[in-house]
């Protein structure tokens, strides 16, 4: 397949673009080269490209960040997608597109299925939101995937950020009041390349498998990665001075996932213990 990866020097879009070179054709672009939130930006790459696969790995990410700069955020996250939805209407192109568990405002206390409605609790959810309404708008052909807590060898991320503490400081406080699912993106990247080879359209959410807070994440960084003489204590969110509201409860259900592939998601420790180059965990 000739597929087109925007974004493709972020942190999903650099494992995407390792996972899928081996066996497509594969072109990545990111800023620098185009803005997706330039329309005619985004019809130009695609016409220049012509894909059968469009991948829009392109984000405004920062959280705290998108309720200093809304209007950013939303040019980005939700007026770029619907740039890239019309660029690629009408040219049979399948747009496979990314959102995230903060569109839930995490009330509820089983895993979040694709069709609970979304009540986000901050711009960047909202940004998001906004974003799967255009792609189902205005795109013909539509993968929409929801995933969480990301974190991968490209990027800042939190594992990265708590082994940078951990060089500095010998106690780190973590929040214990959110729980989530911990992903990987080179898992991600994987479980994207089977949905995009099964021909699947519609929503999916896909996360490592289990659930665990900022918190017991933190512990099991530190513990894999030998540094036990560092104390993690467990705060709660209003202790952190953060712009943006988290949700409390946001671990999302991969059961259509797996009951659509037959397969599943590695258990969010050992992927965790793989990304830390510890052996035997290769999945
Ligand atoms: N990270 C997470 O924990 C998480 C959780 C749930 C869902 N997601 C979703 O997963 C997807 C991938 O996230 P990620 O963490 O891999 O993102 P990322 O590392 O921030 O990568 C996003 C890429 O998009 C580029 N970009 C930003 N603005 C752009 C613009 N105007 N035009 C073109 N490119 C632009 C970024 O460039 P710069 O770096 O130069 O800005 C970066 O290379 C996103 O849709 C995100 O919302 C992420």
Redesign the pocket.
């Known amino acids: 397949m000739k597929i087109l990866v ?8 650099s494992d995407l673009m390792l996972r899928l070179t081996a066996a497509h054709d594969v072109t990545g672009i ?2 620098g080269d ?4 330039a329309g005619d930006d985004c019809a130009r790459v695609i016409a220049e490209c012509s894909p059968e696969v469009v991948i ?6 920062n959280v705290d960040g998108c309720e200093a700069d809304r209007e950013r955020c939303f ?3 939700a007026g ?1 997608v619907k740039n890239i939805a019309l660029a690629c209407r009408g040219r049979g192109i399948r747009i496979v ?6 569109i839930f405002d995490g009330r509820k206390e089983t895993p979040y299925v694709e069709a609970d409605p979304p009540a986000p609790l901050n711009v960047y959810g909202a940004s ?1 939101l906004e974003g799967e309404r255009f792609l189902e708008a205005f795109s013909d052909h539509w993968l929409l995937i ?7 060898q ?2 800042k ?1 939190f594992v990265k950020a708590i082994l940078e503490k951990a060089s500095a400081v010998k106690t780190i406080d973590v929040v214990d009041d959110q729980i989530g699912a911990p992903t990987y ?1 080179r898992d991600l990247a994987a479980a994207v390349q089977l949905l995009i080879e099964g021909g699947q359209e519609g929503v999916y959410h896909l996360t490592n498998r289990g659930r665990c807070s900022w918190y017991e994440f933190a512990c099991k960084i530190l513990l894999y990665a030998g540094k036990t003489d560092i104390t993690v204590r467990p705060i709660r969110s209003q202790g952190l001075a953060r712009s943006a509201v988290r949700p409390a409860w946001s671990v999302l259900s991969t059961r259509k996932f797996s009951e659509e592939t037959g397969k599943t998601m590695r258990f969010w420790q050992i992927a965790l213990q793989d990304y830390l180059g510890l052996t035997g965990c290769r999945g």
């Open positions: 925007l974004g493709h020097k972020g942190m999903l879009g990111d800023i185009f803005d997706i939130t829009n790995a392109a984000a405004y990410t040019a980005v996250n770029g597109h990314f959102s995230t568990d903060y998001k929801r995933t969480a807590w990301l974190y991968g490209n990027g991320n993106s």
